[in-house]
C-alpha cells in the first residue's frame, strides 16, 4: 500500500512538471529528447536593436534562429545564460561591443553599438607621432584628461603633447612630441688620426671623407657604416695588404642544393644568367691568383632540405668535422644556425674586404645579433607577385588589361577593386551552373595579396631593425579592407587555397592568382601548359605588380623584399696541410673577390646592356608586351624602391605566410569572420612579437 501511495506522488509530481513547462513555453524536452543536431544559429535581426541608448537597449523579445541538419528551423527566445558574464557588463556600457551567444555548443556573434546620451562627455584621444592610438577616455566638460605613460620613440626624447588637456572644453586628438636626438661620428685612420668629425641627427648618414692613403696599403673602405646612423660612432679605415696570399691547392667546397647547382656553378651546363662569362672568368683568375680551386657540390643524401640539413650544419660544427667552406641556405635560418653555433662571424672581414658589394637590404636579412653572417651579390628584384590568365581576360571584353593600367599609372587599391568586380560580372556569364566551376577574378592566398598591397604602399608590416609589428597601420587597414570589398561583391574564390593549390586558378577558372615569381612555368606550380595541356604556347602569364594606396603615384610604388638564398662559412672545417696562410679568412677573400670581380667584368663587358638584359629576364616570367613593360620598370627600380620585409617571402625569419594560424588571420578577416583587422590578429599579436624579437634581437 505505502508503495502504490509513494508512485502516485511521483506521477503528480511528473504531471505538475510537465504541465508548467507546457505554460511556460519551454522546449526543455524538445531539447533534451530530439533527436535533431543542430546545425547552426543565428538572431533574428527583427527581433533586435542593434544601435540604441545604453538604458533602453534589452534582450527582452529577442529571438535565436536554431536551423537543424535537416534544414528545418525554430526560434528561441534568448536567455541571459547564452551570453557570458563578460558581454553582458559590456551590454550596459556605452561603446561598440562584439557579442557572443552560444547555444548546445554553436555560437554566433551580433555588434551592438550603444550611446550614454546622458553622460556621453568629450572624446579625448591620446596618439603618438605616427597616429597610432595610445589611449582614450570620455571627459566631462571643464575636467581634465589623464595622459598615458610618457611614450618612448627610437632616436628621440619625448617632449610632451602638443596642446593642453587639464580643462577639456570639446573633443580632443593630443599627439605626442619628440626632439630627435644628435650623435657625433668621427672617421678615424690606422694610425688613430682624426680624418672628419661631424654632429648629425638620429637616423641622418654621415658624410666621410676622401679614401686615405696608405703606404703599401690599399685603401678598401670603412670598418662599419655610417649610413643611418642611431648612435655615437668611430669609423676605422680599413687597408688590404698589396701583397697576395698562397692557398697551395686547396679546394673551396661550396654545398647547395642538387637542383640548384645550375644556379651557382658558371660551368655547369644549366647556369643560363647573363653574367655566365664573367663569372666564369673571375673564378678562373681567383683560382689562378690564389693557387686554389672552386668546387660547387650537392650537399649529401642525408642532409635533405630542411630540418635535416640545417640539424646536419649544427651537428659538424659540433663535432668539428665541417667538409665544406661554404653552405648555401635561406638566410631566415641563419638565426637557428648561429644558436646552433655553427656559423663564422663575418662582419670584420666583410668591412674588411668587402668594399660594399652586399646589398643593404640582404646586409639587414643575413645579420643576428648584430653580427653579418651572409655573404651574396644578389639584387634586390620581384619575389611575391600576382599574375593574370591572359587568356581568360581575352574572353571577358574588357577594355584595358591590369598590365596596361598600371603602366599609364592608375594601378591603385580602387582601381583593383573595381576592375575585379567588373571581370567577376563578366566572369559570372561564363558560369556553367556548376558550383565547383563557377569562375573567379581573385584567387589565391589573401595574405599574400594584403603583404603586396601593404609593401606598394611603403609600409613595414615587420620591421626587423626596430624590431617591431605594425599590422595595423592606415595602409594595410585599407588593403585588407579592398580585399574585403572584393569577397563581399562575390569577386573572391572562397576557398582558402595557397600556391600549387589553388584549384580555380589551375583549372582556368579564375582570373587573378597569388605567388611567387618562381612559379612561373615550374613544373610543380604554375606549369608551361597549364591551362592547355600539351600545348605550351597557349598557355600565357600576364604579370602586374600589386596594387598602391589611391593617394601615391606610380613613382611612388615600392617594393618589399623578403630574404634571399645566400653562402655562410661554417664552423669545424680542417685546413691544416695548405700552409700558414689557408685560412677561413683568406678563403672568405677568395670568394668575395669572386664576386666583385664577377660584377666587374660583366658590367664592363663589350655588348653589356643593362636594359636589354632586364628586357630579356621580363620575358622569361610574363608573356604579354604591357606586362614586360610593368615587370622591367618595377625590376629596374628594386634597388631604390625596395626595403626589407620578411613576409614577402612565404617561409621567412617569423611565421609563414601561407600556411599558419597568422595567414588563417588574415583571410577570416577578409571572409568577413570578424569585424575588424585588430579582432582577427587579436590573440596572435603577442606570438608573432615574441618571434620578431627572437628572429631579430
Given at each position: 500500500?505505502?508503495?502504490?501511495?509513494n508512485?502516485?506522488?511521483?506521477?503528480?509530481?511528473?504531471?505538475?512538471?510537465?504541465?508548467?513547462?507546457?505554460?511556460t513555453?519551454?522546449?526543455?524536452?524538445?531539447?533534451?529528447f530530439?533527436?535533431?543536431n543542430?546545425?547552426?544559429?543565428?538572431?533574428?535581426?527583427?527581433?533586435?536593436?542593434?544601435?540604441?541608448?545604453?538604458?533602453?537597449?534589452?534582450?527582452?523579445?529577442?529571438?535565436?534562429?536554431?536551423?537543424?541538419?535537416?534544414?528545418?528551423?525554430?526560434?528561441?527566445?534568448?536567455?541571459?545564460?547564452?551570453?557570458?558574464?563578460?558581454d553582458?557588463?559590456?551590454?550596459?556600457?556605452?561603446?561598440?561591443h562584439?557579442?557572443?551567444i552560444?547555444y548546445?555548443?554553436?555560437?554566433?556573434?551580433?555588434?551592438?553599438?550603444l550611446?550614454?546620451?546622458l553622460?556621453?562627455?568629450?572624446?579625448?584621444?591620446?596618439v603618438d607621432?605616427?597616429?597610432?592610438?595610445?589611449?582614450?577616455?570620455?571627459?566631462?566638460?571643464?575636467?581634465?584628461?589623464?595622459?598615458?605613460?610618457?611614450?618612448?620613440?627610437?632616436g628621440?626624447?619625448?617632449?610632451?603633447?602638443?596642446k593642453?588637456?587639464?580643462?577639456?572644453?570639446?573633443?580632443?586628438?593630443?599627439?605626442?612630441t619628440?626632439e630627435?636626438?644628435?650623435?657625433?661620428?668621427k672617421?678615424?685612420?690606422?694610425?688613430?688620426?682624426?680624418?672628419?668629425?661631424?654632429?648629425?641627427?638620429?637616423?641622418?648618414?654621415a658624410?666621410?671623407?676622401?679614401?686615405?692613403?696608405?703606404d703599401?696599403?690599399?685603401?678598401?673602405n670603412w670598418?662599419?657604416?655610417?649610413?643611418?646612423?642611431?648612435?655615437?660612432?668611430?669609423?676605422?679605415?680599413?687597408?688590404?695588404?698589396?701583397e697576395?696570399f698562397?692557398?697551395?691547392?686547396?679546394?673551396?667546397?661550396?654545398?647547395?642544393?642538387?637542383?640548384?647547382?645550375?644556379?651557382?656553378?658558371?660551368?655547369?651546363?644549366?647556369?643560363?644568367?647573363f653574367?655566365?662569362?664573367?663569372?666564369r672568368?673571375?673564378?678562373?683568375?681567383?683560382?689562378?691568383?690564389?693557387?686554389?680551386?672552386?668546387?660547387?657540390?650537392p650537399?649529401?643524401?642525408?642532409?635533405?632540405?630542411?630540418?635535416?640539413?640545417?640539424?646536419?650544419i649544427?651537428n659538424?660544427?659540433?663535432?668539428?668535422?665541417?667538409?665544406?667552406?661554404?653552405?648555401?641556405?635561406?638566410d631566415?635560418?641563419?638565426?637557428?644556425?648561429?644558436?646552433?653555433?655553427?656559423?663564422?662571424?663575418?662582419?670584420?672581414?666583410?668591412?674588411?674586404?668587402g668594399?660594399?658589394?652586399?646589398?643593404?637590404?640582404?646586409?639587414?636579412?643575413?645579420?643576428?645579433?648584430?653580427?653579418?653572417?651572409?655573404?651574396?651579390?644578389?639584387?634586390?628584384?620581384?619575389?611575391?607577385?600576382?599574375?593574370?590568365?591572359?587568356?581568360?581576360?581575352?574572353r571577358?571584353?574588357?577594355?584595358?588589361?591590369?598590365?596596361?593600367?598600371?603602366?599609364?599609372?592608375?594601378?591603385?587599391?580602387?582601381?583593383?577593386?573595381?576592375?575585379?568586380?567588373?571581370?567577376q560580372?563578366?566572369?559570372?556569364?561564363?558560369?556553367?551552373?556548376?558550383?565547383?566551376?563557377?569562375?573567379?577574378?581573385?584567387?589565391?592566398c589573401?595574405?599574400?595579396?594584403?603583404?603586396?598591397?601593404t609593401?606598394?604602399?611603403?609600409?613595414?608590416?615587420?620591421?626587423a631593425?626596430?624590431?617591431?609589428?605594425?599590422?595595423?597601420?592606415?595602409?594595410?587597414?585599407?588593403?585588407?579592407?579592398?580585399?574585403?570589398?572584393?569577397?563581399?561583391?562575390?569577386?573572391?574564390?572562397p576557398?582558402?587555397?595557397?600556391?600549387?593549390?589553388?584549384?580555380?586558378?589551375?583549372?582556368?577558372?579564375?582570373?587573378f592568382?597569388?605567388?611567387?615569381?618562381?612559379?612561373v612555368?615550374?613544373?610543380t606550380?604554375?606549369?608551361?601548359?597549364?591551362?592547355?595541356?600539351?600545348?605550351?604556347?597557349?598557355?600565357?602569364?600576364?604579370?602586374?605588380?600589386?596594387?598602391?594606396?589611391?593617394?601615391?603615384?606610380?613613382?611612388?610604388?615600392?617594393?618589399?623584399?623578403?630574404?634571399?638564398?645566400?653562402?655562410?662559412?661554417?664552423?669545424?672545417?680542417?685546413?691544416?696541410?695548405?700552409?700558414?696562410?689557408?685560412?677561413a679568412?683568406?678563403?672568405?677573400?677568395?670568394?668575395v673577390k669572386?664576386?666583385?670581380l664577377?660584377?666587374?667584368?660583366?658590367?664592363?663587358?663589350?655588348?653589356?646592356?643593362?636594359?636589354?638584359?632586364?628586357?630579356?629576364?621580363?620575358?622569361?616570367?610574363?608573356?604579354?608586351?604591357?606586362?614586360?613593360?610593368?615587370?622591367?620598370?618595377?625590376?629596374?627600380?628594386?634597388?631604390?624602391?625596395?626595403?626589407?620585409?620578411?613576409?614577402?617571402?612565404?617561409?621567412?625569419?617569423?611565421?609563414?605566410?601561407?600556411?599558419?594560424?597568422?595567414?588563417?588571420?588574415?583571410?577570416?578577416?577578409?571572409?568577413?569572420?570578424?569585424?575588424?583587422?585588430?579582432?582577427?590578429?587579436?590573440?596572435?599579436?603577442?606570438?608573432?612579437?615574441?618571434?620578431?624579437?627572437l628572429?631579430?634581437?
Amino acid at each position: 500500500m505505502k508503495k502504490e501511495v509513494n508512485m502516485k506522488k511521483i506521477s503528480f509530481l511528473l504531471m505538475t512538471f510537465v504541465l508548467v513547462l507546457m505554460l511556460t513555453g519551454c522546449n526543455l524536452l524538445t531539447d533534451i529528447f530530439s533527436t535533431k543536431n543542430v546545425a547552426s544559429i543565428q538572431i533574428d535581426p527583427a527581433t533586435i536593436d542593434t544601435e540604441a541608448e545604453v538604458s533602453e537597449f534589452s534582450l527582452v523579445g529577442v529571438h535565436l534562429i536554431i536551423t537543424y541538419d535537416d534544414d528545418s528551423t525554430e526560434f528561441k527566445l534568448l536567455t541571459q545564460d547564452m551570453i557570458s558574464s563578460v558581454d553582458l557588463v559590456k551590454l550596459g556600457q556605452a561603446g561598440t561591443h562584439e557579442i557572443t551567444i552560444s547555444y548546445l555548443g554553436h555560437t554566433t556573434r551580433i555588434t551592438v553599438t550603444l550611446t550614454d546620451l546622458l553622460n556621453s562627455g568629450f572624446f579625448v584621444q591620446f596618439v603618438d607621432f605616427d597616429g597610432a592610438l595610445m589611449k582614450t577616455q570620455t571627459v566631462q566638460e571643464g575636467e581634465a584628461a589623464i595622459p598615458p605613460s610618457n611614450p618612448t620613440r627610437n632616436g628621440y626624447t619625448f617632449t610632451g603633447w602638443d596642446k593642453p588637456y587639464s580643462f577639456i572644453t570639446e573633443e580632443q586628438i593630443i599627439t605626442a612630441t619628440y626632439e630627435i636626438m644628435t650623435y657625433t661620428v668621427k672617421f678615424i685612420d690606422y694610425d688613430g688620426t682624426i680624418l672628419h668629425e661631424e654632429t648629425i641627427n638620429y637616423g641622418a648618414s654621415a658624410t666621410a671623407p676622401s679614401a686615405p692613403t696608405r703606404d703599401g696599403y690599399t685603401f678598401i673602405n670603412w670598418d662599419k657604416t655610417y649610413l643611418l646612423v642611431t648612435q655615437n660612432l668611430e669609423v676605422h679605415a680599413v687597408y688590404q695588404s698589396n701583397e697576395l696570399f698562397n692557398l697551395n691547392g686547396y679546394t673551396i667546397k661550396i654545398a647547395v642544393s642538387g637542383s640548384d647547382l645550375g644556379q651557382h656553378d658558371p660551368f655547369h651546363q644549366n647556369y643560363n644568367y647573363f653574367n655566365r662569362d664573367a663569372k666564369r672568368k673571375a673564378w678562373e683568375w681567383v683560382e689562378d691568383t690564389y693557387n686554389c680551386h672552386i668546387e660547387v657540390a650537392p650537399y649529401p643524401s642525408n642532409a635533405e632540405f630542411g630540418a635535416l640539413r640545417w640539424q646536419y650544419i649544427i651537428n659538424n660544427a659540433y663535432n668539428n668535422q665541417t667538409d665544406y667552406d661554404f653552405y648555401g641556405v635561406p638566410d631566415s635560418q641563419i638565426r637557428q644556425l648561429v644558436i646552433g653555433g655553427a656559423l663564422i662571424n663575418v662582419e670584420d672581414w666583410y668591412n674588411q674586404y668587402g668594399n660594399d658589394f652586399m646589398n643593404d637590404i640582404y646586409i639587414e636579412s643575413g645579420t643576428f645579433r648584430g653580427k653579418l653572417y651572409s655573404i651574396t651579390s644578389d639584387e634586390p628584384s620581384i619575389n611575391n607577385v600576382m599574375y593574370y590568365n591572359i587568356g581568360l581576360l581575352s574572353r571577358l571584353g574588357l577594355e584595358k588589361t591590369p598590365a596596361q593600367i598600371f603602366n599609364e599609372g592608375n594601378w591603385t587599391y580602387s582601381t583593383f577593386k573595381e576592375y575585379s568586380i567588373a571581370a567577376q560580372t563578366a566572369l559570372d556569364g561564363l558560369w556553367d551552373a556548376s558550383p565547383t566551376r563557377k569562375y573567379y577574378a581573385v584567387a589565391g592566398c589573401s595574405t599574400y595579396y594584403w603583404v603586396g598591397m601593404t609593401s606598394a604602399g611603403g609600409e613595414k608590416i615587420i620591421d626587423a631593425s626596430n624590431r617591431a609589428f605594425h599590422p595595423l597601420t592606415s595602409t594595410s587597414l585599407d588593403a585588407a579592407l579592398t580585399l574585403r570589398q572584393i569577397y563581399e561583391a562575390g569577386a573572391m574564390d572562397p576557398n582558402k587555397q595557397v600556391d600549387a593549390g589553388v584549384v580555380s586558378w589551375n583549372n582556368g577558372r579564375a582570373l587573378f592568382s597569388s605567388g611567387f615569381k618562381w612559379f612561373v612555368n615550374s613544373s610543380t606550380r604554375w606549369k608551361e601548359d597549364l591551362w592547355t595541356p600539351g600545348n605550351s604556347g597557349t598557355t600565357r602569364y600576364g604579370y602586374v605588380p600589386f596594387p598602391r594606396p589611391d593617394e601615391l603615384t606610380k613613382d611612388e610604388q615600392r617594393l618589399g623584399v623578403g630574404g634571399t638564398n645566400t653562402w655562410v662559412m661554417p664552423i669545424g672545417r680542417d685546413y691544416s696541410g695548405y700552409g700558414p696562410q689557408c685560412t677561413a679568412e683568406n678563403i672568405y677573400r677568395v670568394v668575395v673577390k669572386a664576386m666583385q670581380l664577377t660584377d666587374e667584368y660583366h658590367v664592363n663587358s663589350i655588348g653589356y646592356d643593362k636594359d636589354q638584359e632586364l628586357q630579356a629576364y621580363a620575358e622569361k616570367y610574363t608573356e604579354s608586351l604591357d606586362s614586360v613593360s610593368a615587370f622591367t620598370y618595377i625590376s629596374k627600380r628594386a634597388s631604390d624602391i625596395g626595403f626589407f620585409e620578411p613576409l614577402t617571402e612565404a617561409n621567412n625569419h617569423v611565421v609563414n605566410t601561407g600556411y599558419s594560424s597568422f595567414s588563417t588571420a588574415i583571410n577570416d578577416y577578409v571572409m568577413g569572420h570578424y569585424a575588424s583587422l585588430s579582432d582577427a590578429l587579436f590573440d596572435l599579436n603577442y606570438a608573432i612579437i615574441t618571434e620578431i624579437r627572437l628572429a631579430f634581437e
